[in-house]
């Protein structure tokens, strides 16, 4: 199935959902603790986060950390967890507009236990990519390359497609590697609060996926980052899953 059939599917399935909206106050806030927890360990399963699921739900739930893993894992849940909450605000402010502040932000929350002087602060020295001939762009090149993403975003906003733009905005943002370390992460988070805001479907990328979203990433590199790749394609698909998941837990039949 090509992406425009994938988008079309999406869609209708979307307003079909629409029917069972809106929840009640409990039902979001249970929805919501759910993604967090989830999301959370799916994002940092896929950087090395040694965190199992049971163990990063007990860490943000009861603040319990886990004997003999490294602290460093606790720190990412936590601030993930933190950035996530952010996240989830922003895409639901109905005055919320994109700015590259915005991207900084969630960098900060994320990383600000892990390195406070690192943490919203774009990287001033050349990076690489482990496992990829990819090379970042050069550090002093980073800030004018950020501010001319945020700028697409916006102006892009409330025309293209909100998988497609959500897709490049995440390929954009890790082919500039902005920050020293953290950039898959907060990449996820700024595709999630893109389809939040829109009104689709948290993506929590599992770990068994690893493989074939890194494909995908590496495959829209080669085609220019351009809106629509492989990348698309891919996150169109877990959008699909995930509307799954949202009408399996609500018990709502989806259309044939």
Not at 134 to 158: C, I, R, S, T
Request: charged share 25%; glycine share 6%; with cysteine.
């Amino acid at each position: 199935m090509d992406l425009n059939a994938i988008l079309e599917r999406i869609d209708k399935t979307k307003e079909w959902i629409s029917i069972r909206r809106p929840l009640s106050q409990k039902e979001v806030k249970e929805l919501d603790a759910y993604f967090r927890i989830g999301t959370t360990y799916t994002s940092n399963a896929l950087e090395g986060n040694s965190l199992t699921l049971t163990e990063t739900k007990v860490l943000l739930e009861d603040g319990l950390t886990v004997g003999g893993k490294p602290l460093r894992d606790s720190y990412e849940a936590v601030g993930h967890a933190d950035a996530y909450d952010f996240m989830l605000e922003a895409a639901r402010n109905t005055q919320f507009v994109f700015s590259e502040e915005t991207i900084m932000r969630l960098h900060k929350l994320f990383y600000q236990k892990i390195d406070e002087n690192a943490a919203g602060v774009y990287r001033d020295t050349q990076v690489f990519i482990t496992g990829t001939e990819y090379v970042p762009p050069p550090p002093e090149e980073v800030p004018a390359m950020m501010k001319k993403l945020a700028e697409e975003l916006a102006e892009k906003w409330d025309s293209e497609h909100p998988v497609k733009l959500a897709a490049y905005a995440h390929q954009r943002f890790v082919d500039i590697h902005p920050f020293e370390d953290g950039n898959g992460r907060t990449a996820r988070l700024l595709m999630n609060l893109i389809l939040i805001n829109k009104g689709y479907h948290i993506v929590s990328i599992p770990p068994v996926l690893r493989h074939e979203y890194i494909s995908a990433i590496s495959a829209g590199r080669r085609g220019g980052s351009m809106i629509g790749g492989a990348l698309a394609k891919f996150i169109a698909e877990c959008e699909v899953e995930a509307q799954k998941d949202y009408c399996r837990m609500f018990h709502i039949k989806q259309e044939a």
